[in-house]
């Protein structure tokens, strides 16, 4: 299994264009989640998804969009990036089961830097 | 106030040091309690966790919450320099769909 992947590794995009990250989990969970971690403020939710076809915002959801149009997939959309949204992006999967109950399953993260 | 605080460090111990991580919540409703470990340019991965009070060991690993005090531990023993990593505490509440509150992480670094 490859666990959670996330494409790409590493973007530069400047001021104003719009970039989709992409999220890719096999092993058939439910819940997905995109966060961004940024020095001093740790990991933080954008945006999240119960279920195939429904996604839900976070704590820091403006600027960005998500879909979840398949079960292992989840995309993170910036349609006018801003240097505040220089960050890491991580995404996680958890299933609905098990101890602790949604134990979340990072990707390896995204830098993006916005210029 | 954020609902979980946690000391940034960074934190340096020589080789074999034990070593004490800390977070401190204001949720009450929170009843599980986890640690992530975060190596450099990594994504995290969950350690350890318990349920409700209590203490739980895995190996060199101790996890350690009181519930009274809204207080959680993490100690390691006989720490290595495959430690050096940024831990993050997380909790939830129970039942359905719970938000997962993250600490904002203590670098630890293990010198040889």
């Known amino acids: 299994n490859a666990g959670v992947t996330q494409t790409p590794k590493f973007r530069v995009l400047k001021t104003g264009q719009s970039m989709t990250l992409l999220c890719a989990q096999d092993?058939?969970?439910?819940?997905m989640y995109w966060y961004r971690q940024d020095p001093g403020m740790g990991l933080r939710l954008i945006h999240y998804?119960?279920?195939?076809?429904?996604?839900a915002k976070g704590e820091v959801p403006d600027g960005y969009n998500v879909s979840r149009l398949k079960k292992q997939n989840f995309l993170l959309g910036l349609e006018s990036a801003a240097p505040s949204q220089t960050s890491v992006y991580f995404c996680?999967?958890?299933?609905?089961?098990?101890?602790?109950?949604?134990?979340?399953?990072f990707g390896p993260g995204t830098r993006l830097t916005v210029l | 106030q954020k609902e979980v605080e946690q000391d940034p460090g960074p934190l340096s111990v020589p080789e074999g040091a034990i070593v004490s991580l800390n977070c401190t919540y204001s949720?009450?409703?929170?009843?599980?309690f986890m640690w992530y470990r975060q190596y450099s340019r990594k994504g995290p991965e969950l350690l350890m966790y318990?349920?409700?009070?209590g203490n739980k060991e895995d190996g060199r690993f101790t996890a350690q919450v009181d519930k009274s005090s809204k207080y959680i531990s993490l100690f390691i023993r006989d720490s290595q320099p495959s430690d050096s990593a940024t831990y993050l505490c997380?909790?939830?509440?129970?039942?359905?769909?719970?938000?997962?509150?993250f600490g904002t992480g203590t670098k630890l670094q293990v010198i040889p």
């Open positions: 998804s119960v279920g195939e076809g429904t996604t």
């Open positions: 997380a909790m939830r509440g129970m039942g359905g769909y719970q938000k997962v509150t």
């Open positions: 318990t349920y409700s009070s």
């Open positions: 996680a999967s958890s299933q609905t089961s098990g101890l602790p109950p949604d134990t979340q399953y």
């Open positions: 092993m058939n969970h439910e819940y």
């Open positions: 949720n009450s409703a929170f009843q599980y």
